[in-house]
């Protein structure tokens, strides 16, 4: 069975620190890795993706992808109120198949 | 506006009844998916589809169908035989089926049976 395990949370942080969200996947085939956001009762909004190793900036994000230990992580800085949401960890497999596996997602909470 | 638009945006089912969701894009996408997201758990997929007329089975197919006729659109039905319908249902879409297409989701429907 693959999985992508992420820590349920919730993640508090104040206001202009650095929140650090990870994730674990089972399948080291995998080539595809996107992070999503949600905020309650609405859909998962696209922040980023990465499929290569190292570090991946866009804004106040930054994806890391390690794959030889099956992880990627979402770094937030400068971590506003309005990034208070649940952040979803999405893995896409090598196989070819257009399957997403999704972990269950990261509550974000940061404080004012 | 290019996107993807669900409806209705809630939906109340009794006992025994089927139920149609509506998912349309105007992305030029060809491949859409449907997941269902209940509380604490990840999206689980349902169906998904790469071209028109085709479609696939995903993880949790039973007591769910779909049509996908025309490019553009990529409906759900919920049968009475789905015990445990009640959820939020997100449809997605991408440019083609490649592991590495980003996957954008409408604003989804929640469904609740009562």
């Known amino acids: 069975q693959k999985e992508v395990e992420q820590n349920s949370g919730p993640l508090s942080v104040p206001e202009g620190a650095i929140a650090s969200l990870n994730c674990t996947y089972s399948?080291?085939?995998?080539?595809?890795f996107f992070w999503y956001r949600q905020y309650s009762g609405k859909s998962p909004e696209l922040i980023m993706f990465?499929?290569?190793?190292g570090d991946k900036e866009d804004g106040r994000f930054t994806a890391q992808l390690n794959k030889a230990s099956q992880y990627v992580s979402l770094l937030i800085r400068d971590s506003q109120p309005s990034d208070s949401a649940t952040y979803l960890c999405?893995?896409?497999?090598?196989?070819?198949?257009?399957?997403?596996?999704f972990g269950t997602g990261t509550r974000l909470k940061v404080l004012a | 506006d290019g996107g993807i638009t669900q409806s209705p945006k809630y939906l109340f089912r009794k006992e025994g009844q089927n139920v149609t969701l509506s998912c349309e894009q105007n992305?030029?996408?060809?491949?859409m998916y449907w997941y269902r997201q209940d509380p604490g758990q990840g999206l689980r997929l349902i169906y998904y589809?790469?071209?028109?007329?085709?479609?696939q089975k995903g993880d949790i197919a039973e007591g769910y169908s779909v049509s996908r006729e025309k490019k553009e659109s990529f409906p759900l039905t919920v049968t009475s035989a789905q015990k445990n319908p009640t959820a939020f249902y997100l449809c997605?879409?991408?440019?083609?089926?490649?592991?590495?297409?980003?996957?954008?989701f409408g604003p989804g429907t929640r469904l609740t049976v009562l």
């Open positions: 589809s790469q071209i028109v007329n085709d479609f």
């Open positions: 992305l030029n996408h060809d491949a």
């Open positions: 399948d080291r085939g995998s080539q595809s």
């Open positions: 999405a893995v896409s497999p090598l196989s070819g198949t257009y399957k997403y596996i």
């Open positions: 997605a879409s991408s440019i083609g089926g490649a592991s590495t297409d980003t996957q954008y």
């Open positions: 990465i499929y290569s190793n």
